[in-house]
């Protein structure tokens, strides 16, 4: 009788140590950390992006992980069955899921595509601006299998035009370089018109922040919308307008952007031109504190203050200075309220917890000699998934006082 051998494993397999966190990766925690994987001659010697099989310290199998020895995230859960293949077809499965999803929630494909851990592609992020895709692959598997990512988001979405961004903060942590390109199509001759919340956004798409736009504030851009109709809307940390022209689509009187980028606030002035409202749109360039701190010295008065500035705590490491910056936005921003007025503060920092961050705001606020009530608390639209066991993908905090007299 003829001996039928198994076949050989898809992938290498690495092991968790005994100490690591078996549970909490079986339950649906996507990272393997450094210190809890055993690192032996071969496992250091994978190339950043390697396809494994992850086991537990007994060697039951555990799914398929992508590895990357030059990052703290040493591997990322691609996927619980160990017998998943991760090619083309497994991707375009994934986006074709999250295109699902977005389109229950938007007539027009204008949202955040992928958002990473949370739809099932680690350290993926696409934003999609119409026929215009952004991909930033932030983790070194995207990076190596960028091309099957690339035509798998074209058939699944159709989409022409496909800019890789390869930059920021993430892409350095795992060990990537920067660089943007064109995957496919022709990149937009100039800022891509973005429709959202009846205002008009200009995305920069090759040159600006990020992708070019903030899909995450949607909702909360709305609500503030709400609250500014009629009166005067203060916008700090503007980029390219975003609470302040959903203001004006909402009815504000007027509103004053404020911005440390000059190009930032020229797409901010396209988008008000293109909505027709340019004449109550007005803009002041320079660091925000120094603005805040002048506006106050003049006695200027807004019925809605909105500061939504970059991630003041990228890590745990800069919280404590992180707090102290969150808290003196507060204290500048609070006596630019009109009485009865409303004070807008939000954090995009995930080392900084709501608790900690509305603490630290409410501090400035009460050091400014102002008070009043949290009406409203807001995160990311719904296009920006949370993965209820990774507390870094909700991130986005946005906090609504009405201050008192």
């Known amino acids: 009788m003829t001996e039928i051998s198994a076949p050989p494993p898809l992938y290498p397999t690495v092991r968790l140590t005994p100490k690591a966190e078996a549970r909490a990766i079986r339950h649906g925690f996507p990272w393997v950390y450094a210190g809890e994987l055993v690192l032996d001659r071969r496992t250091k010697a994978m190339a950043p992006g390697t396809l494994a099989l992850l086991e537990d310290a007994e060697r039951h199998p ?131 018109a973005v429709p959202m919340n009846g205002a008009v956004y200009m995305a920069d798409l090759l040159g600006g922040q990020k992708t070019g736009l903030y899909f995450d504030q949607r909702p909360n851009h709305a609500f503030a919308a709400r609250l500014a109709q009629g009166g005067r809307m203060l916008d700090v940390f503007a980029h390219v307008g975003g609470f302040g022209l959903a203001a004006l689509a909402a009815g504000a009187a007027s509103v004053v952007a404020v911005d440390g980028s000059a190009p930032a606030l020229a797409l901010a002035g396209a988008g008000a031109a293109a909505m027709g409202v340019a004449e109550r749109f007005a803009t002041r360039q320079g660091d925000a504190f120094d ?69 630290a705001s409410a501090r400035g606020i009460g050091r400014a000699g102002r008070r009043g009530p949290i009406i409203q608390t807001g995160f990311a639209g719904p296009d920006h998934p949370v993965l209820p066991q990774l507390a870094e993908s909700g991130y986005l905090k946005a906090l609504t006082f009405r201050l008192d007299g």
């Open 291 to 359: 603005v805040l701190a002048a506006l106050g010295a003049e006695g200027a008065q807004f019925e809605v203050v909105v500061c939504d500035p970059p991630a003041f705590a990228p890590s745990k490491q800069a919280l404590e200075a992180g707090l102290r910056a969150y808290e003196r936005v507060a204290r500048l921003a609070a006596p630019l309220v009109a009485p009865g007025g409303y004070l807008v503060l939000c954090s995009c920092s995930h080392a900084a917890d709501l608790a900690k961050f509305r603490n």
């Open 62 to 192: 555990m799914g398929v992980v992508t590895v990357n020895p030059a990052s703290r995230i040493l591997c990322r859960m691609l996927d619980s069955d160990p017998g998943a293949v991760i090619d083309a077809a497994w991707i375009a499965a994934r986006i074709a899921r999250a295109l699902a999803h977005r389109d229950r929630l938007y007539d027009a494909p204008f949202y955040r595509l992928v958002h990473a851990e949370s739809d099932g592609l680690p350290g993926v992020i696409i934003d999609r601006f119409g026929d215009v895709a952004v991909i930033q692959p932030n983790a070194a598997w995207a990076e190596a299998l960028i091309g099957p990512l690339a035509a798998a988001l074209a058939a699944v979405t159709g989409v022409t035009t496909i800019i890789k961004n390869g930059s920021g903060r993430a892409r350095v942590l795992e060990g990537l370089s920067e660089e943007m390109a064109v995957l496919r199509g022709v990149a937009p001759a100039g800022p891509v």
